[in-house]
């Protein structure tokens, strides 16, 4: 059957209705808003990583080992593990996005344990919390992902309020980092690090002062080792000093500013400073030039060493700089030189008002060398201490001397010596040695026996008189002394009070008594009346 496409009904095109999508789409949508929100922000919130290089991981441990600055978690260690060079140990950490200001390049990472260090006891609490790794935030305007580990904890933090300085020594001595450093015996700071120069020639110590004690810091500031106990046994004596407990284990530096540090411009950072071995020498006065004197002397000069004091009259006016010994050829004879430095700022200048001063200094020099000239100025060896021997230079006057044969010309000028007392006395000694030895002892020693055979001579004599008079003397003696006890019997009873004779005595004394009165009686008589001797005693008229 054939269709006819005129029949076919013609076709309406009709407008399509539009549908709404449905709700089970839009929880898709919301999720991927979601994660993308969250993924942004923990993106945002995500803190840098870190690569620190260690020598040794000891106590570290990956997802447990945590980082903190001043106590609070600001990271975790999420890896570990070797350098290509096998040498040191890679520890990648993750911080907190607040961390993201501390990684400057200058910022120090260290591992937290338990140390001993200064005298102070420090991360006792990683006994038993474990290790962790501790962090100092840097000064620097550079940023770093990448650190080098301290193998040791920094003593202090770099934000203490303070100042750092540079003291050079010749050796450490028994300082350490956390030694501490004293002003007026109070702890002002401590040692914070040390190390060779390039040349090897001494030590650099650094040290950190607290604030408010680095202002007491100024230019004139010195400063001496305090380690220990410092004894001292020289010619001026014995000295004992030292700061505290502390520094008498451990060792320590003290500092102070002659006069006082009012009105001192303050020390800028990092100033180098000498170390000076002991309070005395940091804090002697700046002598000027030194006047430089050679003494030839040629007696032993044992216990006589650098250092020791030149002494004029008791006053200290400078010191020993070295000792020697050479050989003249010409007189084929040995000399001591002994160099010497005579400070003459020392001297002050009586008459012109100025005192002390590089002027006087030359004055006072004249003065020394006129004095050699005119009245004998000599030096001396003297002994300073009797216990250890020690000798100093002492400069007198011996006008009996003033003659010598001086090189005016010479320099350093020769000052003339003499001998000292003691060498005097040993040979004052010597000569009553040899006296002594000059003196005929065998023939002194015969005489002496002999005189002391005669003397045991006359000792057993007198023992003998004294047997002979005990045995024939001593009857008659007992004899003698009963008689003579028995007389004085008799007058013991002779003189008692009840005997006759006592009576007899006191009644015959009545009768002189009476007799005496008669006698007196007629005494008066007679001189009133001269007659009455004739014509008898008249009667008195009335």
């Known amino acids: 059957m054939t269709l006819d496409p005129s029949e076919f009904p013609e076709a309406t095109a009709v407008a399509r209705r539009r549908r709404l999508p449905q709700l089970v ?82 910022t120090r990472f260290w591992v937290v344990r338990p140390r001993v260090s200064g005298g102070r006891i420090s991360g006792l609490g990683t006994l038993l919390s474990g290790a962790y790794i501790g962090l100092d935030i840097g000064k620097s305007e550079e940023t770093s992902r990448e650190f080098v580990g301290l193998e040791v904890a920094p003593i202090l933090a770099s934000d203490l309020p303070g100042r750092q300085f540079v003291l050079r020594a010749d050796d450490i001595g028994s300082l350490d980092i956390g030694s501490p450093v004293y002003y007026r015996r109070m702890q002002a700071g401590e040692v914070v690090a040390h190390e060779l120069d390039r040349s090897g020639g001494n030590v650099a110590i650094k ?22 106990v410092d004894i001292s046994l020289d010619a001026n004596g014995v000295r004992l000093q030292s700061q505290s407990l502390l520094s008498v284990m451990l060792g320590g530096i003290a500092f102070e500013t002659p006069g006082g540090s009012s009105g001192e411009a303050e020390a800028p950072l990092n100033a180098a400073f000498v170390l000076h071995p002991d309070r005395a020498l940091a ?30 009259r008791g006053i200290d006016v400078g010191e020993v700089l070295g000792v020697g010994v050479e050989y003249e050829q010409g007189r084929d004879w040995f000399h001591f030189p002994v160099r010497i430095a005579v400070y003459t700022e020392r001297f002050g200048l009586r008459g012109d008002g100025k005192g002390r ?3 006087s200094g030359g004055r006072v020099e004249q003065g020394l060398l006129k004095a050699m000239r005119e009245r004998g100025l000599r030096a001396q060896l003297r002994t300073g201490n009797l216990l250890t021997g020690q000798l100093y230079v002492a400069l007198d006057f011996f006008p009996e001397l003033k003659q010598s044969g001086v090189d005016w010309s010479k320099r350093p000028l020769e000052l003339p010596t003499v001998r000292g007392n003691f060498e005097n006395l040993q040979d004052s000694l010597a000569k009553i040695l040899g006296k002594l030895e000059k ?15 005669s ?54 004394l009545r009768e002189v008594a009476r007799a005496a009165q008669s006698f007196r009686t007629l005494s008066d008589t007679l001189e009133h009346q001269p007659s009455a001797i004739i014509w008898g005693k008249s009667e008195d008229k009335r």
Not at 207 to 224: L, N
Not at 283 to 310: Q, Y
Not at 439 to 453: F, H, N, Q
Not at 484 to 500: F, I, Y
């Open 25 to 106: 789409w839009l929880v898709p949508f919301v999720a991927a808003v979601l994660g993308g929100w969250l993924l942004l922000d923990f993106m945002a919130q995500r803190g840098p990583t870190v690569v620190i290089s260690f020598l040794s991981a000891e106590g570290l441990e990956p997802g447990k080992t945590r980082i903190r600055y001043k106590d609070v978690d600001i990271g975790e260690v999420k890896q570990i593990a070797l350098s290509q060079d096998r040498s040191r140990v890679l520890v990648t950490a993750k911080l907190v996005k607040q961390a993201e200001d501390f990684l400057a390049a200058d």
């Open 207 to 228: 040290v950190f002062i607290h604030a408010p004690y680095d202002r007491f810091v100024s230019t004139r500031t010195r400063f001496w080792n305090a380690s220990g």
């Open 439 to 453: 003196l005929p002892l065998d023939e002194i020693a015969g005489d002496l026996r002999t005189v002391l055979k």
């Open 455 to 508: 003397l045991d001579h006359s000792v057993n004599s007198l023992d003998k008189l004294a047997q002979r008079v005990e045995g024939e003397l001593a009857p008659e003696l007992v004899a003698g002394l009963k008689d003579l006890r028995s007389t004085l019997g008799s007058v013991e009873r002779l003189l008692a009070s009840d005997a006759p004779l006592q009576q007899d005595m006191r009644e015959a």
């Open 283 to 312: 804090l002697k006065a700046p002598d000027g030039v030194p006047m430089l004197m050679t003494l030839n002397f040629g007696e032993s000069i044992r216990g006589l060493t650098p250092g020791a004091p030149v002494n004029f």
């Open 357 to 359: 001063g590089r002027e």
